[in-house]
Structure formats: structure tokens, C-alpha cells
């Protein structure tokens, strides 16, 4: 639109010099060959006779010069070489100019070729050009001053003018009209495209989600963007493979760690007992039987104890295999809470009657079984234990939110909460919330978890219905 304006103006004003230009100088033409003409007319008058200035040339002509004035169209007015006036097709009376201005007569008389004089007539309202010329006979002699007033009407090229800016005017508001409808055409497709790239741009995480690189086909502006982001997608693929295997590994090597300080400890009593026995050892003794039989059990609890640690190691190692089903969540939690309920202190709260889910149940009653024993374990002795868990099905999620008002975990140790072999309990493996958030991503859930020490815990749980 700004261009289109400042168009209108420049294309406006050009205009008007081109427009007034030519006008002047078709006025120049049409009053050169008047002139011509009329200086023509007047020596074919004058040459058939060897014409003195004065009277005689008054006696020719003023029979004549209204012939001449009726062919040329134009008024004829002569003066003698004094500039007085001699004859013309008007009457005395009419002729406004009875003598030429004395500078304007020298420069006539001085000059062989036609003198103009421009001015401005102010009882026609319009710019006049006199021009002179002298006048010869046969002889080449002068015998008279030739005047031909020549008016410019302004308004010819006043009005073509208007009616060329009213053309202009048209024009370039059609042109507006045409640059706003192709302007909105042009910003809708490209804020189409350019949202389009926005949102799958605003979808690119690092963890939880495939990032899938861009589809466009088009060669324009925006796919050297579409290029790089492609490039970068690649790039982030290959730098998560690393990380990945870079944790994988961290994780196993603190694994091993927690399994070799694990089996270590029942070890040490199961060699201290052996050499105390052995050192002891007597076959007369009358008890035996009894010392053998206590070794062998105290032995079973520490073999039972390295059995179990080989077990949870194994358990994090390799999730079992799944085996997705539909059924309804809250009733599965429903029957989760009763069985953990007996101290009647666990409340279960839902917004729908209905959650329909898709997910491996068994996966499901670990998940949840491990959270509501943990909260049940976090008990504080100041008051009464209370563990509330409220369901929430919106826009296809499942936010599950378990809360408990006991001891809390200090801020030092909640970054470490999912760590493989962190746990703020005496006794376990530090497995369990490991385990939790593995299954959890495994249905590309997501597991947060605030706490305040010494007012308790809340762990959210957002997982897809997948239905």
C-alpha cells in the first residue's frame, strides 16, 4: 500500500511535467506555424507591388488583412517602423496595444528573426505570447512591424491532466485492492507453512519421543530452514544414541558396584562361620547335630540373601515381556487400594467412573504396588498416616497423583530418587522407583515427584490411554 501511494504521487507529478511539457511545446508548434502561415500570406500581399512604408502600405492592405485574418483564424496587426499603429482587422477601438513598447521595438528592429514577448492577459485570464517581425517588400526593404498576440489556454493540458489523475487514481486503487488480496493469499500459505514447522519444531525433545524430520518439497525460503532443522534432527539422533549408551553403561557399572558390595555382605559372616565351626570342632560333641543343623540355616539365610540380590539384578536388567490389554484403571487401582488398605488410611479418588487404558497389567500392579508401599513405608510418628490418590482422565491422559503426609525426602537426595542404586530405606536394593520409571517410559509415560521434608511426598504419574 505504501508503495502503490508514494506511486500514485510520483506517477501523478511526472505526469503533470510530461503533461505540461508537451502541451507548451505543441502550443510552440501550433503558434510557429501560424506565424509562418500568416507571414507567408501577408509577403504574397505585398509582393505585387514595390510597397513604401506608410500609406501606401495602409491602402493595400486594409482591404485585404481581413481576408488574411479569415484565413489564418488569428487577429493581424501591423505598425510602422516607429511602432505606431497602421492597420488591423480590428477595429481602433479594439486594439488594446496602439503602440509598441519602446524596448520592446528595439529589440525588433535590431533582429532579423521573430522577437517574443511573453505575458499574462488579465481580462482573458490567460498567458499570452506577442511576437513580432518585420515586415519587407520586394526590395527586402522594412516597411512595417507584424504583431500576432498568440493566447495559451492552461486549461487544455489542466484538463487532460485531471482526467489522466483520475485514470491514475483508479488504477492503483484496483492495484491496492489486487497487492491486499495477493498480500493475505501470500502470508496465510507461508504463517501456514511457518506454524506447520513451528509446532513440529516445538515437539523436538530430547528423550521420551521419536523426533521425525520435516517433509517439504517446495523450493523456497523456507526450506533452507527445513534443511537445517532436518540436519539438526540427525544430528540430536546420533548424540542421543551416544548418551544412551554412554548411561547404559554408567548404569550398568554403578549395578555392578551395588551387586558386588550386596554380595559381599553375606560372604563375610558365611566365611567367619565356616572357620568358627571348623576352629570349634569336635565329634565327641554331644551337640553336634545341633551346631551342624544352626550352620546349615544360618548358611540357606546367606545363600537365600546372594539369591535375592541375583534376582533383583536380573529383574532391572530385563523387563518382562509385555503383554498389553484393555481394561478399566480405576477399577484396577480400586482393587490395588483394598488389598493395601487395611488400616483403612489410603484414600482413592476419581473424575470418571470410565478410564479405559491399554497397558500390561501386570506392569500396572508393579508399578503401583511398589509406589503405595513406599508411601506406606514413609510414615511419620508424629501423626497419623494418610496416602491419598486421585485419578484424572483429560484429553486422553491419565494423571495419577499419590500423595502421603510422611517424613518427606530431603532436597539433597530427591535428583537421586530414580538412581539404580539409591534408597533412603535400611533395608532394599534401591531398585524400586528405578524399576517404576523404566515401565513408566516404556508406555511413554512420564514420572515427577515433589517432597517436603518432614510433611511428606507427591509422586504424579502421567501415562497415555493408548486406546
Given at each position: 500500500m505504501v508503495v502503490c501511494f508514494f506511486s500514485i504521487i510520483g506517477s501523478t507529478a511526472m505526469s503533470y511535467l510530461i503533461i505540461k511539457k508537451s502541451t507548451?511545446?505543441?502550443?510552440?508548434?501550433?503558434?510557429?506555424?501560424?506565424?509562418e502561415a500568416l507571414m507567408k500570406t501577408l509577403d504574397y500581399a505585398v509582393s505585387h507591388t514595390n510597397i513604401t512604408q506608410g500609406k501606401d502600405l495602409v491602402n493595400i492592405l486594409q482591404n485585404e488583412i481581413y481576408e488574411i485574418s479569415d484565413i489564418n483564424k488569428h487577429d493581424v496587426i501591423l505598425y510602422d517602423l516607429q511602432g505606431n499603429y497602421l492597420v488591423s482587422n480590428k477595429e481602433l477601438n479594439?486594439?488594446?496595444?496602439?503602440?509598441?513598447?519602446?524596448?520592446?521595438?528595439?529589440?525588433?528592429?535590431?533582429?532579423?528573426?521573430?522577437v517574443d514577448v511573453q505575458e499574462y492577459d488579465q481580462k482573458v485570464g490567460s498567458n499570452v505570447t506577442s511576437s513580432y517581425m518585420i515586415l519587407r517588400n520586394n526590395m527586402l526593404e522594412p516597411i512595417a512591424i507584424v504583431y500576432?498576440?498568440?493566447?495559451?489556454?492552461?486549461?487544455?493540458?489542466?484538463?487532460?491532466?485531471?482526467?489522466y489523475v483520475q485514470y491514475i487514481i483508479l488504477v492503483n486503487l484496483f492495484l491496492i485492492l489486487l497487492s491486499i488480496w495477493l498480500s493475505w493469499v501470500i502470508s496465510k500459505n507461508l504463517t501456514k507453512t511457518i506454524t506447520r514447522i513451528s509446532e513440529l519444531i516445538t515437539r523436538t525433545t530430547l528423550f521420551g519421543r521419536e523426533m521425525k524430520p520435516i517433509k517439504y518439497f517446495q523450493n523456497d525460503e523456507l526450506s533452507g530452514l527445513v534443511k537445517s532443522y532436518n540436519k539438526m534432527i540427525y544430528q540430536i539422533e546420533d548424540q542421543k544414541m551416544l548418551l544412551a549408551n554412554k548411561e547404559r553403561e554408567e548404569a550398568w557399572r554403578e549395578m555392578a558396584k551395588q551387586v558386588a558390595h550386596e554380595v559381599k555382605n553375606p560372604l563375610t559372616p558365611m566365611k567367619l562361620l565356616i572357620q568358627n565351626f571348623e576352629r570349634k570342632f569336635d565329634k565327641n560333641d554331644p551337640e553336634i547335630d545341633q551346631k551342624v543343623r544352626n550352620l546349615s540355616r544360618s548358611l540357606v539365610d546367606q545363600i537365600d540373601l546372594v539369591a535375592t540380590v541375583a534376582s533383583a539384578f536380573s529383574e532391572f536388567a530385563k523387563l518382562p515381556p509385555k503383554n498389553d490389554e484393555s481394561f478399566n484403571l480405576k477399577e484396577e487401582l480400586e482393587n490395588l487400594v483394598r488389598v493395601f488398605n487395611d488400616d483403612g488410611n489410603i484414600y482413592f479418588h476419581a473424575n470418571k467412573d470410565m478410564m479405559p487404558v491399554r497397558m500390561d497389567r501386570i506392569y500396572l500392579s508393579r508399578i503401583f504396588t511398589n509406589m503405595i508401599t513406599n508411601a506406606k513405608q514413609a510414615v511419620s510418628e508424629q501423626r497419623k498416616?494418610?496416602?491419598?490418590?486421585?485419578?484424572?482422565?483429560?484429553?486422553?491422559?491419565?494423571?495419577?497423583?499419590?500423595?502421603?503426609?510422611?517424613?518427606?525426602?530431603?532436597?539433597?537426595?530427591?535428583?537421586?530418587?530414580f538412581e539404580p542404586n539409591f534408597t533412603t530405606k535400611n533395608s532394599g536394593m534401591g531398585l524400586g522407583l528405578t524399576m517404576v520409571k523404566k515401565m513408566i517410559e516404556e508406555y511413554k509415560g512420564e514420572i515427577s515427584v515433589k517432597s517436603e521434608e518432614g510433611k511428606g511426598t507427591k509422586f504424579t504419574i502421567i501415562l497415555p490411554t493408548n486406546v
Open positions: 507548451d511545446e505543441q502550443s510552440v508548434t501550433e503558434m510557429q506555424n501560424k506565424f479594439l486594439v488594446a496595444q496602439k503602440k509598441i513598447p519602446h524596448e520592446t521595438l528595439m529589440n525588433v528592429l535590431e533582429s532579423d528573426k521573430r500576432f498576440p498568440f493566447y495559451h489556454n492552461d486549461n487544455i493540458y489542466a484538463g487532460a491532466f485531471n482526467k498416616s494418610i496416602i491419598n490418590i486421585d485419578a484424572e482422565l483429560f484429553n486422553k491422559k491419565i494423571i495419577i497423583v499419590i500423595e502421603d503426609n510422611g517424613i518427606g525426602i530431603p532436597k539433597d537426595k530427591l535428583e537421586q530418587i
